[in-house]
């Protein structure tokens, strides 16, 4: 109970949490501590495990582990969006235009907007808990998929994605030009662009594989469903052999 009250007092107890414009300032500025606080994965562990009516002892930290590795097992490879927009800018990247320096900003800017959304989804959760009067904390986060964008848990992960795949298309088009193209060609022309480009992405990637993913895993779970990954792999298999056996007894004719 003294993890809940922390949680609230962290993320309510702001003046500027009285303010919708102040709360996103707030929330922009609180993603630079670092990764979620115990306190919070405390809360919103026990939210997330009165919500869906699991027993206490569930292992909520395995169930993320599952998910993650799922999330990233569906992300592997490149969907058409992302081959598609991999053309349009080896196209569009014509001589004076410099469009993979500009490109090379879109992740920063996008990771500040995802770790703004997640902190700002947090602290929507912990000013819930305020106005209500329930007695248990984890029964008053009201988990739900209109505290994101759109309604989706799951945009938050696409941009994740773009960010990587834009750091990877970033470092991938320098060694391609580096080791085709000489170093004084144009692609290399301006060293301070390639720099800062280069510079850029590996920041970019640290900081979202440090706090931005982390954070999304925990947060992505506070919508209105859970995921596959909610049963062990093992007693997935076990159900969809069980399945699997009763459609065959089922066209047998000796059944």
């Known amino acids: 109970m003294r993890r809940q009250s922390t949680f609230v007092f962290h993320h309510a107890s702001h003046p500027w949490s009285k303010s919708k414009i102040l709360l996103w300032m707030l929330c922009f500025l609180r993603q630079f501590k670092g990764s979620i606080k115990k306190s919070d994965y405390m809360a919103l562990r026990l939210g997330f495990i009165t919500y869906h009516k699991l027993p206490h002892s569930y292992d909520f930290h395995k169930y993320m582990v599952r998910s993650m590795e799922d999330d990233y097992n569906g992300s592997v490879g490149i969907s058409w969006p992302l081959w598609a927009y991999a053309i349009i800018c080896i196209f569009v990247n014509v001589h004076g235009l410099n469009i993979y320096f500009w490109l ?119 919508g209105s469903k859970f995921k596959k990954s909610l049963v062990s792999e093992s007693v997935r298999d076990s159900l969809h052999s069980w399945c699997k056996r009763i459609k065959d007894r089922r066209h047998n004719p000796l059944f």
Not at 155 to 168: D, M, T, Y
Not at 172 to 182: G, I, R, V
Not at 190 to 214: D, F, H, K
Request: aromatic share 14%; net charge neutral.
């Open 104 to 222: 090379s900003f879109a992740p920063v800017i996008i990771v500040l907007l995802v770790g703004t959304e997640l902190q700002h989804v947090v602290a929507q959760l912990a000013l819930e808990v305020v106005e209500a009067t329930a007695t248990n904390v984890g029964t008053q986060l009201k988990l739900r998929d209109d505290l994101f964008w759109f309604g989706k848990p799951r945009v938050l992960w696409w941009l994740i994605q773009f960010i990587s795949f834009q750091n990877a298309f970033e470092m991938a088009t320098f060694l391609w030009s580096l080791w085709e193209l000489s170093a004084n060609s144009c692609f290399m022309k301006n060293q301070y662009m390639v720099v800062i480009r280069l510079a850029s992405g590996l920041l970019v990637q640290i900081w979202c594989s440090y706090s931005t993913l982390p954070l999304n895993v925990i947060i992505s779970q506070m």
